[in-house]
């Protein structure tokens, strides 16, 4: 079987990175993403977008992976042993599902623990601090490798190669609520896939869904996993 699976920030929330909607101290509560997850932010006040990733990049390596992180990565190598395989395409910046085990993740919405040229557009590791004075060896100035709204998401051909391929299509931890990613469930029914989806609480598109599955991921993506496996 060929699983492809959409995780989103409700997959890394029991690992303490927060998630960006909903109630309580969800991130575009705290802060205007207008003025943080644009480039047009980055171009008035880059020193105040490096201020917020630098912040969120030294939690994240503080960091370490949940029990759903493990079961996905425990799914990963299940499917494979049985000649089947799993794609895991995640709108996280984090790099919790690697820690965890998971090979091959497409990171959509880019890595934290990345940083890009702004200019040549070259990619480097980047576990320091970001400041507007850190340049490319080209000179250009270094930005967080993420991607913001506006900008077009990462490995998109990739992903529709992958949903082609799959049997089944599994949302876990995502609200629904940007796109391109919240159509993808659109696409898989298109393709006639079954789709599932696993979260605290419903989806901005759970009726989208044949199956869903409602509770904190560290408990319900395990025993999912546990099905999956051993049936
Ligand atoms: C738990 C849990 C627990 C909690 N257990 N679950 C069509 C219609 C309308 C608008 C648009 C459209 N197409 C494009 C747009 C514009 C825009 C967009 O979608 N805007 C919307 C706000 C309306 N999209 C874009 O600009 C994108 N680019 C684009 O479309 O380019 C054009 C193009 C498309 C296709 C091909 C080619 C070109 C770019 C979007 C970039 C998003 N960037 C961010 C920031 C990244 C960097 C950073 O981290 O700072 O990505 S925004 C933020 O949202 C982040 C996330 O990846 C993304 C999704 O959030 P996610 O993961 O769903 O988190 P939450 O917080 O929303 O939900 C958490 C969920 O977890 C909830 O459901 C909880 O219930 C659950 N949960 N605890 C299980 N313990
Ligand atoms: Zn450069």
């Known amino acids: 079987m060929n699983i492809f699976i959409l995780t989103g920030a409700g ?8 998630v960006f909607r ?20 980055f171009a008035r006040d880059p020193a105040l977008v490096h201020d917020f990733y630098n912040a969120r990049r030294n939690n994240l390596i503080a960091a370490s992976p949940n029990a759903a992180h493990f079961a996905l990565a425990r799914l990963d190598a299940g499917l494979a042993q049985r000649g089947g395989a799993l794609t895991l395409v995640t709108q996280n910046i984090d790099d919790l599902h690697e820690r965890a085990g998971s090979t091959n993740v497409i990171h ?13 557009g070259a990619v480097c590791d980047c576990r320091e601090d970001l400041s507007t004075g850190a340049r490319c060896d080209c000179g250009g100035a270094l930005r967080p490798h993420v991607v913001w709204f506006g900008e077009t998401p990462l490995f998109m051909e990739d992903i529709f190669a992958a949903l082609d391929a799959a049997d089944l299509f599994v949302a876990i931890g995502t609200s629904g609520a940007v796109y391109p990613a919240a159509g993808f469930v659109r696409e898989a029914r298109a393709r ?7 979260n605290l609480e419903p989806s901005e598109n759970a009726a989208e869904f044949d199956d869903r599955r409602y509770g904190p991921a560290s408990e319900i993506v395990p025993s999912w996993v546990e099905e999956m496996l051993g049936s």
């Open 11 to 18: 997959v890394s929330a029991e690992s303490g990175l927060g």
């Open 22 to 41: 909903g109630e309580g101290a969800a991130l575009w509560k705290r802060y205007d993403p207008m003025q943080l997850a644009t480039p047009e932010a």
């Open 108 to 120: 959509m919405h880019g890595e934290l623990l990345k940083a890009r040229c702004a200019s040549c």
């Open 192 to 198: 006639g896939l079954r789709c599932s989806e696993l």
